[in-house]
């Protein structure tokens, strides 16, 4: 691990001067520059790797009496950037009304990380490709811009099927940011300049030309709370992996419905595991909206999710997972008793 300075912002204020500060001193683009430390589950991971050489470590921890607050209101919830995984899916409220929240943080991770990781650094980690954590490999384009991408043509069972660009096939690797992004959360983002709404969809950039830029976040920029509009019971989060615990989705799927005398009214769908960022499968909700739920309806659905889907060498199974995916979490949330 090489060294860094170390400042504990007391105020969201002093967390943002002190990024912002250490950001425009350094270089971006060669890692060296600050991150903010809250659980620092993934942080602390790639610094040991090598793989990030923050020249500054912020720790916002003391932020977490304004910034981790859980608050359901009969109209949306809030959440604090800095409540921790284990206390959302904990919440009675979140079990009852948004299953597919308390349930995507559930099977994520080990439950001593989740006691440890809060929601704001869950959405931020960074993707687990074995050629961007490994620095033996010159050639990751999100390490190292312009290097290529040893993905390609090597190991990519575990890489992305949608969303991908010819500069990186890295696989968005958390499991809540699918149940944000297909409950249409939005996200608050304290700054320079105070606070800003944005939706969650756009927080995550897809790889396009420049994989190196991996959110919207400008330097200095904290995420301080999501905001859930509107109340989901009848929704699932379906993850299938190579082991029951501990591991990241080969597929998942967060389906949110609302189901009145048979016909689906509103459908919500977003697919993990597969894509190069948190993916919105809107042609799928809109094959749903106003139909019976029937098995062939759970299959044509599913196959418009993975319309575009591109596979590779090693990866081409998971659209067939993918599709089994997700007509099996559309029969669980049809089905539930809610």
């Known amino acids: 691990m090489r060294p860094f300075s170390y400042q ?3 105020d969201p204020g002093m967390a943002v001067q002190a990024l912002s500060a250490a950001a425009a001193a350094n270089n971006p683009l060669t890692q060296a520059t600050a991150q903010p430390l809250a659980g620092g589950t993934t942080l602390i991971d790639l610094m040991k790797l090598d793989v990030m050489r923050p020249a500054a470590i912020v720790d916002i921890n003391p932020l977490a009496q304004g910034w981790s607050a859980i608050e359901p209101g009969s109209g949306s919830l809030w959440l604090g950037a800095l409540a921790k995984m284990s ?3 904990a919440h009675d409220d979140i079990q009852r009304n948004y299953p597919v929240i308390a349930n995507s943080l559930k099977l994520a991770a080990s439950a001593q990380l989740r006691n440890m990781a809060t929601l704001g650094g869950n959405v931020m980690q960074r993707t687990r490709c074995s050629y961007f954590r490994d620095v033996s490999y010159e050639n990751c384009n999100k390490r190292n811009p312009g290097s290529g991408c040893a993905a ?5 069972r575990m890489h992305a099927v949608l969303g991908t660009s010819e ?7 958390g499991d809540f940011a699918q149940a944000l992004i297909a409950l249409d959360a939005t996200v608050e983002v304290t700054g320079r300049s105070g606070t800003r709404s944005m939706p ?3 927080l995550h950039k897809p790889p396009g030309n420049t994989p190196e830029i991996e959110t919207s976040l400008q330097p200095g920029e904290l995420i301080s709370a999501f ?3 509107g109340r989901w019971p009848r929704s699932v989060y379906l993850k299938a992996r190579d082991r ?3 591991e990241f989705a080969l597929s998942s799927a967060a389906v949110a419905l609302d189901v009145r005398d048979g016909t689906i009214r509103d459908a919500r769908i977003a697919l993990g595991g597969v894509a190069t960022v948190p993916w919105r499968a809107r042609e799928t909700e809109a094959l749903l909206k106003g139909r019976k739920f029937d098995d062939g309806l759970a299959q044509r659905a599913a196959d418009a ?3 575009d889907a591109k596979g590779r060498r090693h990866n081409s199974f998971k659209i067939a997972l993918g599709k089994r995916v997700v007509a099996r979490a559309l029969q669980q949330a049809v089905t539930m008793e809610i």
């Open 8 to 10: 504990r912002a007391t």
């Open 87 to 89: 206390d959302v899916a």
């Open 152 to 156: 390609m043509d090597g190991v990519n």
């Open 167 to 173: 500069q990186c096939i890295a696989t968005y690797p």
């Open 200 to 202: 969650f969809a756009e």
């Open 227 to 229: 905001v859930i509009p």
């Open 244 to 246: 029951q615990s501990y």
């Open 305 to 307: 999710a993975f319309a």
